[in-house]
């Protein structure tokens, strides 16, 4: 996690069609700003911690990134309180969620009403990552 975005914001939005910065860094606000200032979709990244009224004002065009991990604690437990997080935030347009996503859990938080999904450690683990997707891609409510 980005501690200070803003800063930073110039260079991701060079190279970037979608910036992620999360809720509890300092100016996230400024930073969301920034990357539609710049023509880019923006989306905030909030912490299992972080209560979600946190978000109460980010404008319906802005996703969210709900993290069922804390940030850098890779391969941790996925926290089963994301999906009525995903409930909570059902409907807009960019949702995903990122931190312990198998295959299975993916098509459950799509269930949930996630719209999109970050998998590490399970898909860089499969033994055919092309299958994984294909397979998550044919999950009902999917692309």
């Known amino acids: 996690m980005v501690a200070e975005p803003l800063p930073v914001v110039p260079e991701w939005a060079e190279v970037c069609d979608t910036v992620i910065v999360h809720a509890e860094a300092r100016g ?22 972080t209560p979600l009224a946190t978000l109460a004002n980010l404008p319906q065009a802005v996703g969210v990134l709900v993290m069922s991990v804390e940030p850098g604690q890779a391969g941790s437990s996925f926290r089963p309180e994301t999906f009525e997080r995903l409930e909570a935030l ?10 312990s996503v198998t295959q299975a859990r993916a098509a459950t938080c799509v269930a949930h009403g996630a719209s999109w999904i970050v998998s590490g450690t399970d898909l860089c683990g499969s033994d055919d ?8 891609e044919e999950t009902p409510g999917r692309g």
Not at 31 to 37: D, F, P, R, S, Y
């Open 28 to 49: 996230y606000d400024e930073a969301v700003e920034a990357v539609l200032g710049a023509g880019r979709t923006a989306a905030v990244a909030v912490s299992p911690d």
């Open 90 to 99: 059902r409907g807009r347009e960019l949702l995903g969620v990122d931190g």
């Open 129 to 136: 990552p092309a299958d994984w997707i294909r397979r998550d």
